[in-house]
């Protein structure tokens, strides 16, 4: 969430923000509504001020002498009741005025960093590098993911159709254990790296949602539970996140990063007729994440360091793959600063998102109110949220049946995930 005090002294400059990342983001009737709120804040505030001195006025005259029952006590104390009904009828017009503020703040995304390129769309994002090489199997006789998965009988889409619907997949066999292993191996990277594990509840409730950004703006793309105020996590992004919700951390205690790996469920609204077929886009996918809690003056380098980590998956895994930055235009609801990791799939030769590496800034721990303390100094500051796949489960899966096949239909495994398999060919 946006800081208020931000906006109203400095709105051109945060319209301007907000402009680059396109659509349509008024802050007029913001700032409308705030110095409202904030003329009767004064207003109250007066008021408050003299019905506190009345009743000191009161007890001094009463204390001088004057006769409890008198004309001047009554004055007084009419001016008094008086002072009463107006703070009274006040009070639920400025609670309508921050409810009313509060949701406009809800639907601003973050603001752009200064280092983010500008452009408006994902053509303008830049590449920043590549690694591994695209070049090594062409398209010629490589099978889509899903045709080869399904030769190999790891995949069944067909009967998953009749226990859920559409864009959901059963692994059978070799396919289940792969999945199995990519992620043994994905945690056992990242706890090497210096994550702590977590194993966090898969249904959040609605402030969990909203305080990392998916709610109100995402609300169509989640699953939610018809008789509960809980949702089928999208991402572990936001239970990890919410493990803090309302705290204020010693700045000892940071960074904080944790690793955790979650089945994740997205109704992939609007997003019909494309990726209809593979492991690309399902409503349930598993993935690990990677998320850190960390100081404002370390977030940048943190940034990197957690790029750097995703990568150091694709790198274990022998898999190519680039680097983008997303530019304004196309940066997700609460990230600052965004990079992409694109793994490359033969059969479409095209680079595919694998990891999303988001800066949030302040934007998630002001809306869950993580702050920290350093030690010696009044006051807290908030926390930076920094987040990013470590990596999509099955879109990993998907790269290597494509990248790793053979020409008599088989798939080796790739080196590092053979001590988690006890087989080098599928």
Not at 109 to 122: A, Q, R, V, Y
Not at 132 to 155: A, M, Q, S, V, Y
Request: net charge negative.
């Amino acid at each position: 969430m946006l800081d208020i005090k931000q906006i109203r002294a400095n709105a051109e400059a945060v319209q301007a923000k907000l402009s680059l990342r396109g659509g349509d983001y008024d802050l007029q009737p913001l700032l409308e509504l705030d110095s409202k709120q904030r003329d009767i804040e004064t207003r109250r505030s007066q008021l408050q001020s003299r019905s506190n001195n009345i009743g000191k006025e009161v007890g001094q005259k009463i204390k001088g002498g004057s006769d409890p029952k008198g004309p001047e006590v009554a004055a007084l104390r009419e001016e008094g009741n008086s002072l009463k009904k107006q703070l009274a009828d006040l009070e639920p017009e400025e609670k309508e005025l921050k409810v009313k503020i509060q949701d406009i703040l809800l639907t601003l995304p973050n603001l752009p960093s200064d280092s983010t390129p500008e452009g408006k769309s994902e053509e303008e994002n830049v590449e920043i590098s590549r690694w591994g090489d695209d070049k090594k199997r062409g398209p010629e006789g490589i099978l889509p993911h899903w045709e080869i998965g399904e030769k190999l009988g790891i995949f069944n889409f067909e009967r998953s159709v009749k226990v859920a619907q559409s864009r959901f997949v059963t692994l059978m066999g070799a396919g289940a254990a792969l999945e199995r292993a990519l992620i043994s191996f994905m945690l056992d990277k990242q706890i090497e790296a210096g994550y702590i594990e977590a194993l966090p509840p898969i249904l959040v409730n609605s402030e969990s949602l909203t305080a990392t950004g998916q709610l109100p703006k995402f609300a169509e793309e989640s699953f939610k539970c018809a008789d509960d105020d809980l949702w089928l996590t999208p991402t572990a992004e936001v239970p990890l996140v919410n493990l803090y919700r309302g705290d204020i951390l010693d700045s000892e205690q940071l960074p904080i990063n944790h690793c955790a790996y979650t089945p994740c469920f997205r109704r992939e609204a609007g997003s019909y007729g494309r990726d209809t077929r593979g492991l690309i886009r399902l409503h349930q996918f598993n993935k690990v994440e990677l998320v850190k809690i960390v100081s404002p003056e370390t977030s940048e380098a943190e940034h990197e360091t957690l790029r750097t980590n995703a990568e150091a998956i694709l790198q274990a895994l022998e898999l190519p793959y680039r680097v983008i930055e997303l530019c304004s235009g196309d940066l997700g609801f609460g990230a600052a600063k965004c990079y992409d990791l694109e793994v490359w799939l033969p059969s479409a030769e095209t680079y595919r998102e694998i990891s999303s590496c988001s800066n949030c800034y302040d934007f998630q721990a002001r809306r869950a109110n993580i702050r920290y303390k350093e030690a010696g100094k009044k006051g807290t500051q908030f926390a930076h949220t920094l987040n990013g796949s470590g990596l999509a489960v099955g879109r990993t899966m998907a790269a290597i049946l494509e990248n790793y096949q053979e020409p008599n239909g088989a798939v080796k495994v790739p080196t590092a995930l053979q001590p988690y398999l006890n087989q080098d060919v599928l």
